[in-house]
């Protein structure tokens, strides 16, 4: 039997064996742990290196980075779909809230009126439109018939009565908007729905007219697009008659695909932005759409005083071909898909519009500022 002292002696021995193995297992589990950890890494690291290779020819890899470089153009060609598809899916959103709005309005308007003359709606629709509109005379049928008859399908004699009946229905709607029209003034009517603005940038572009003006105007525009020098004309009188409430803002938007030279042409413009001559480059270019090769540009170049040297390494820059990209992608972010595409603060006109529909939005938009004030 051991005595109380050697008992206690081994007690304590004992602890103190148990307090060393205590201390020496996290250490142990630690580098057993650490060293599982940098394996799996190594292996985690192997299997992303080798996830990265997408092909081997004759034992030579070929990765992931390399690929994509050379489709950089057609996966940027895709990303660019992809961002006007998004801004179409919320025009047409914005468009459906529109149309039904407007659809709610005419029927509450016509509603009122029912109630106030003490009819039912088919009553008074009866009574004020489709006794009172005219029918399409056999002139119009036939006028209709004669610049259409290219894409109708069918002998004339079958298509008369259905021109009649389009003809018909049109007028019907042309004079029920009329008569909805008059008891929107009768009535009181106020639309809070905002139209479809898109934010797009205009800091740093090369602009005309005053940085306080209340309309800016940002034009998406390809120099080698005939339908954007149609355009010229109608904007320069836009900005003489609006002279101090229009600001003017110029964004590339070349379309390679259709135009070939209308890159470089836009990249030309803002290396002869540099230099401050990008409006004498700009009307340059639209004046001579046919001259807008390289050495043609660099003739303009000249022809304008500007450096030679600074601008044949401007055109030859990656960093100018980056700006004109970045344009191209706010363009489709805002949902442009041809040019010329004008927004007017905001607000959308695709093509070669005429002066009035410009003039119109404007006009709107100077009455909605001044309502605010």
Not at 67 to 88: G, N, P, R
Not at 137 to 161: A, C, D, H, R, S
């Amino acid at each position: 039997m051991k005595s109380p002292e050697l008992a206690l002696a081994t007690v304590s021995t004992y602890h103190e064996g148990m307090k060393l193995r205590m201390n020496i297992l996290p250490m142990v589990a630690l580098l057993l742990f650490s060293g599982a950890f940098i394996t799996s890494g190594l292996a985690q690291e192997k299997q992303d290196s080798k996830a990265d290779i997408v092909a081997e020819v004759g034992g030579v890899p070929i990765t992931r980075d390399d690929l994509q470089s050379i489709a950089a153009d057609e996966l940027e060609a895709v990303e660019i779909q992809s961002l006007q598809f998004q801004a179409h899916l919320e025009s047409e959103r914005h468009r459906i809230l529109e149309d039904r709005l407007e659809v709610m309005l005419a029927e509450k308007l016509v509603a009122l009126e029912a109630s106030e003359q003490g009819l039912s709606t088919e009553e008074l629709l009866e009574r004020e439109i489709r006794t009172k509109f005219e029918e399409p005379t056999q002139e119009e049928v036939e006028g209709f018939y004669l610049i259409n008859q290219q894409t109708m399908q069918g002998p004339k004699v079958q298509m008369l009565p259905r021109i009649r009946q389009h003809l018909s229905d049109e007028f019907e709607e042309e004079a029920y908007q009329a008569y909805v029209d008059q008891l929107s003034t009768k009535y009181a009517v106020a639309n809070y729905l905002e139209p479809l603005r898109r934010d797009i940038a205009t800091s740093g572009h090369p602009s005309h007219g005053p940085a306080d003006a209340p309309v800016t105007i940002v034009e998406f525009s390809d120099f080698e697009c005939p339908y954007c020098s149609g355009l010229l004309g109608t904007i320069r009188n836009i900005q003489q008659n609006y002279s101090d409430q229009v600001r003017l803002v110029y964004r590339q938007f070349p379309l390679v695909n259709l135009h070939p030279n209308a890159r470089k042409a836009a990249e030309a413009s803002l290396c002869a932005n540099q230099q401050g001559k990008f409006w004498e480059m700009h009307d340059l270019m639209f004046e001579d759409q046919t001259g807008l090769s390289v050495e043609a540009l660099e003739e303009k170049a000249q022809s304008l005083g500007l450096d030679e040297s600074a601008f044949q390494k401007c055109l030859n820059s990656a960093q100018i071909a980056e700006l004109v990209q970045a344009d191209v992608r706010a363009g489709a972010v805002a949902g442009v898909t041809g040019t010329p595409a004008l927004f007017i603060n905001g607000r959308a006109l695709v093509g070669n519009v005429p002066y009035a529909q410009i003039a119109e939005i404007i006009d709107e938009e100077l009455k909605i500022l001044q309502s605010q004030e």
